[in-house]
C-alpha cells in the first residue's frame, strides 16, 4: 500500500514501489528547466518526510528515506537504503 498526503503534490510520470510513505507538504516530480519526458522512479519502502522536494528524472531505490525539507535534484541515480538527511540537497548529476 502506498500512502501519499493530501497535501503532497505528486507530478505525472511518477512511479512508486510499494510501501512508500510521502508526508505532508512534499513534491514529487517537480519539473526542471529541458525537461524531456523524464520519469521519477522511487522504490518500495520509501519515507519521504514532510516538505521534502524530489524533482523529475530521479531513479531511487528500495528503503530510501529523507528527513525534513530535504531537496533531490533532477536526473540522480540514488542506491537502495539511502538515507538523505534533514536539509540536504543534493545537486543533479551532469
Known sequence: MIRISKTAIVYPDVT????????????????FKGQNGEKTIIGRNAIIRSHTVIYAGNTIGAGFQTGNKANIRELNRIGNDVSIGTLSVVEHMW
Open 16 to 31: 512508486f514501489g510499494d510501501n512508500a510513505v510521502v508526508e505532508d507538504f512534499c513534491v514529487i516530480g517537480a519539473p
